[in-house]
C-alpha cells in the first residue's frame, strides 16, 4: 500500500510534468508566432511588450525566465530588459537554436523548453524555464494523501482483526481455558460456555461431551470402589470374627483366648494389677449327650455361653476352650473378686438353665479359680492352676468354685 | 483543463493590441452621463504639455483632443507650453495650469514637493509601460555599454525615466560612472530630439525609450533600421495626467470619467487618441509607480 502511494505519486509527478510540458510548449510555440512577427517587422518595441507582458502576467507561476533569441544566441528580448545583447552559450540554448521542433529538457527541479518562433520563416527562437516546485510540491501532497489513506486503511483494519479475533477466538479460548482448568481440577460438571462460530462451537461442545463421559464413568467407578470396599470390610469383619469366635457358641475360641491372656499379662507386668482366670465345665456333659444326643449337647452349651457371658463383667473376655469346657480372662482382677464372679456364673447357670425342664438331668458347672502371679509366673501356668482347682472342684462334687491356692 | 485555459487567456492577452495591465475586462459599459454643468468660476481649462515636438505640432496632435474636452467641459480648453517637466510641474502648483501630462518620473518628482492629483495612465503600443533603449547609429563601432567611454551622449529630461533615471542606473549596475565614462552629455529635451541628434551624428549614442523609434518612423520617415540598440532598461509606466490639487473634484472626476471613455477601438476615441498615439487611459494606480520611486532613490543615494 505504501509502495502503491509512492508509485501513484511518481505515476502523477510524470503525469504532471509531461502535462506541464505540452501545455506550456503550445503557449510558448502560440508565443513564438507573435514574436516572429515583430522580430520580421524589426518592431523589437512589440517584441519587448510581449515578452514583458506575458512575464508579467505569469508571474508567481511556474515561469521563472522567457527570452527570445536570434539565430546567433543574441538575446533579443528577455523579462530582464538588462540581458538584451547577451550571447547565450549553454548547450540547451543551442540545441533549441538548432532544432527545428520544440526541444525540453529537465534540469533538477528546473524545466526548460526552447520553441522556434516561427512566421514562414524561422526568425526567433524562444526559451523559457519553468520551477517544477508546484507540481512536486502537489505530488506530495499526493503521496502525503495516499500514505495518510493506506495509514488510515491498515489502523482501521488492524482494529477490526484485533476486535475480530478478540471476539471470536481470543474470549471463547478464555472461557474455554477457565472451563478446561476447572474440568482439570476435578470440577467434572463444569460446562464450557457456548462459543460462537462452528468450530469453536464444536470444539466446546466436545469439551462437554468429554468432560460428561468422564463425569460419569468417575461417578461409576466411585460407586464401585465404595461397593466392593464396603463388601472387602465386610469380609474382612466376617474372617475376623471366624478367626477368633468359636463357631458353635458364638463365644471367642482358644485363640483369642490366648491373645488376650498374653496382652493382659503384659500389661499386668507394667501396671502391677493382676489378672485372674476362670475355668469352667459343665457337669456331667456327656450324659446329656447320651442320653438327648449331640445336637441337643449343642444347644446347651449355646445356652451355656449366652448365660456365662451375661454373667460376666463387660470388660471380661469369654472363650470356648475345648469341649464342654469354657475359659474367662478378668483383667485387672483380684482373686477375691475373680471368686465372687465365677460364684455368679456358677449360680447364674444353675438357676437359669434349669427352670424349664429342658434337660434330662440338672445343669451345673464347676470353675477353678487362679490369679497371675499368685498362681503362676507365666499364663500357662495360671491356666494350669486354674485347671487344678477346676479338677479339685470336680472331686468335691462338682457345682461349685474352687480358687487356686498354689501360693497362697 | 484549467491551466490550459488559463494559457489561451493569457496567449489571447500577449497577441491582441488591447491594454493588458491593470484595466478590468472587459470594460464596464459607461453609464449615461449626467450632463455636466461647469462649477462656478469655472471658465476654462489649462492643459500643459513639455516641449516634445515644435509648437505646431504639438497642437496639431492635440487639436482633436482640446477640442472634444472643450466640448465636454463646456469650456475653453487652452494649451500651455511648458519648457521642460519640471517647469510643467512648477507652473500647476502656481495655478498657472490645471491639467499637466508628465512622465512617470516627474511625476515621482513632483509628488515630493508639491499637491496634485494624478487621473489617468496613458496607453500606448498596447502597453501601459515602455522599456527603454541605448541607441547608437546602425553604423557607429559602438555595440556595448563599456565602448561608450569618450562618447557625447545625449538624455531627454533631467525628470525621464527612460530617458534619463533609468540609463544612470543601468549605468552605475554595470560600475560605469557617467560623470568619467562620457565625454559630454546633455538633455535634449524629448525623445526624437535624442533620435535625430544620433541620426544626424551630433551625439554618439543616447537614451530614449521604446516607442521613440516607431514614432520616428510616422513624423518622420526615419526607418528604425537605422539605428542599433546596444542595451534595454525596464519598463515604466507611461505619461500620465495629473490636475492641480486645488481644482474642483467635480471637474477632476469629470476628466477621469473622460479619458477612460476614450479608447482607439471606436471610431470617435481613435479621432482623439490616433494623433496622440494613444490606445486608450488606465485609471491611476500608484502602485504602478514603486519601480520609478525605487530607482530614484537608488540614483539619489549615490
Redesign the interface.
Known sequence: MVSLAFLAAEQQRRDEQFDMRRRNTQVLEAIGVTAAVSVAQNDIAALDTLVAHVFERTRGGELEKLTVVDGDGRVLADDAPERFGEIETDAFARSAIAADEPVWKREGNKLRIGVPAKSGLRWATVLAQYSLDQVNAQVERTRAQWLGFALALYAVVAMILYLGIERLVARPLKALQVAVRKMGEGSLNTRAPPLRGLEMRELSEMMNKMAATLQAERDNLEKSVADRTRELQEANARLERLAVTDGLTGVYNHRRFQEGLAAELLRSTRTGRPVSVLMADVDLFKKVNDAMGHPAGDELLRRLAQVLNSALRGTDLLARYGGEEFAALLPETSKTVAGQVAERMRAAVEAELNVDGRWTQKITISVGVATYPDDGKTGEQALIAADEALYVAKHQGRNRVVISRAVA | MK??IA?AV??L???TTEP??HLPAPRPAPPPAPQFVPPAGFTKLRLSLVPYASAEELKAAHGPLVAWLSMKLKVPVELVISENYDDAAAKLQKGEVDLVEMSSYAYVRAQKWLKLRPLVTAIA???A?????IIVRQDSPL??LEDLKGSAFGFVDPASAAGYLYPLK?LK?RGLDPKSLFASTQFMGNHENVLMAIYEGAIDAGATY??S??ALRRSKKID??NFR???????TPRDLYCVRADLPPAIAEQLTTLFLGLSSRDRHGREVLAPLSVNGFLPFDDRLYDGVRAAAAEVDAQ
Open positions: 491551466a490550459a494559457a493569457l496567449l492577452a500577449a497577441c493588458t495591465q503600443d498596447g502597453s509601460t515602455a522599456g527603454g533603449y555595440r556595448r543601468l549596475d521604446e516607442g523609434l516607431p528604425p533600421l540598440i546596444i542595451a534595454k532598461t525596464p519598463r
